[in-house]
Nanobody, 125 residues
Framework: QVQLVESGGGLVQAGGSLRLSCAAS????????MGWFRQAPGKERELVAG????????NYADSVKGRFTISRDNAKNTVYLQMDSLKSEDTAVYYC??????????????????WGQGTQVTVSS
């Protein structure tokens, strides 16, 4: 089992940047594919970005391609989400999640086994 703790959320103006971090407990972090999800009020949870166990493969939601970058440091048991050129529509609670799925970079939430508590990101226009 793994416990996930997100940090780095906050209030930022449109066009600004934030870097989210997700620290994982345990000694098997590199055995999990990782993902960042978000959920805005009244909307369904959506995958923002995912990364494979080695970090060699990533995928992104179309809405964040070219603006967000997911990365991981297996030595530090941490996954990151660098968010640039933020827009008001990026406002949401952001969650990191860990997956034991056989898929290299799972694209749906149901394939993720462990979730963090979430961190709020608010982008003012």
């Amino acid at each position: 089992q793994v416990q996930l703790v997100e940090s780095g959320g906050g209030l930022v103006q449109a066009g600004g940047s934030l870097r989210l971090s997700c620290a994982a407990s345990g000694r098997t972090f590199s055995s999990y594919a990782m993902g960042w999800f978000r959920q805005a009020p009244g909307k369904e949870r959506e995958l923002v970005a995912g990364i494979s166990r080695s970090g060699g493969s990533t995928n992104y939601a179309d809405s964040v391609k070219g603006r967000f970058t997911i990365s991981r440091d297996n030595a530090k048991n941490t996954v990151y989400l660098q968010m640039d050129s933020l827009k008001s529509e990026d406002t949401a609670v952001y969650y990191c999640a860990a997956s034991t799925s056989i898929f290299n970079v799972p694209r749906v939430g149901s394939l993720y086994n462990y979730w963090g508590q979430g961190t709020q990101v608010t982008v003012s226009s």
